[in-house]
């Protein structure tokens, strides 16, 4: 379980939100919506305990190593000079440590996280020579290969095809079936309503937070419509 204990985030001491309180159980599938700005990777970036919170607290169940990141695309260098085996092997890092080497059981693991993304036939190009659908397969790969309890996952959607949008989602339901706890920030409304079963909305500094069907039952009845997001042309 995370719990967020009256949660102020921010940067350099100036809130984005009104302290936020609450939990996400463990083995929960949970969105993160809101426009643009409103707060949502720094929510999971202080979660991941990447940020300080400006007050209050994030409690966890665990330690930080076994929380999985997944940046948004644009944070990340494409062009350092990786293969994307070496790329895919960094997940093995938080538990097993940059030096550790890798041994046949890790090894196989790595294997199976390349087979499961479809990049089984890639592992050897530099990681600059990626598509981005491709590039978001690896990331995910890394993400299987760190195998860790809680994944945290910002807007993994984003400028990917639908195609490969479609299968990586298939990914996050096998994740959830298998008991992880994933909190994914994410703005397409449908994928929301059909995958997500919790989801916690960031509105003006506010928030609302409950299972899926409640709040954007409570956003229609509320116009303008509290959930302003924009419909993608995918419908898995
Ligand atoms: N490193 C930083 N220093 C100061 N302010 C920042 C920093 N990063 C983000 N911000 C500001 O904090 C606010 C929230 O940003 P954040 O990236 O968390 O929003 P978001 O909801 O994830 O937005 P988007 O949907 O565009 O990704 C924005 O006003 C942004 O300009």
């Known amino acids: 379980m995370i719990s967020l204990e009256n949660l102020v985030t921010g940067y350099r001491g100036q809130a984005l939100s009104q302290p936020i309180s609450g939990q996400f159980r463990r083995g929960s599938l949970t969105a993160i919506m809101g426009v643009n700005g409103a707060g949502k990777s720094t929510l999971l970036k202080t979660i991941a305990g990447l940020l300080p919170p400006i007050s209050g607290g994030v409690r966890l169940e665990q330690d930080a190593k076994q929380i999985a990141w997944l940046p948004q695309q644009s944070e990340i260098d494409h062009h350092f000079p990786l293969r994307v085996i070496e790329a895919v092997a960094m997940g093995s890092w938080p538990a097993k440590g940059m030096l550790s080497g890798i041994g046949r059981r890790m090894r196989n693991r790595i294997d199976d996280a390349l087979e499961q993304v479809g990049l089984q036939d890639l592992a050897g190009r530099a990681i600059n020579q990626l598509s981005g659908g491709q590039f978001q397969r690896m ?18 959607f984003t400028g990917i095809d639908s195609q490969t949008s479609a299968f990586l989602l298939r990914v996050i339901d096998r994740l959830h079936a298998q008991g992880k706890t994933i909190l994914t920030v994410l703005h397409s409304r449908p994928i929301v309503e059909r995958h997500f079963p919790a989801l916690l909305y960031l509105h003006d500094g506010h928030y609302h937070w409950g299972e899926t069907a409640d709040i954007l039952l409570q956003s229609d009845e509320r116009p303008p419509s509290l959930v302003r997001c924009a419909v993608e042309d995918f419908h898995p």
């Open 139 to 156: 990331l995910f790969a890394r993400m299987l290969v760190q195998d860790a309890p809680v994944m945290l996952l910002d807007e993994p």
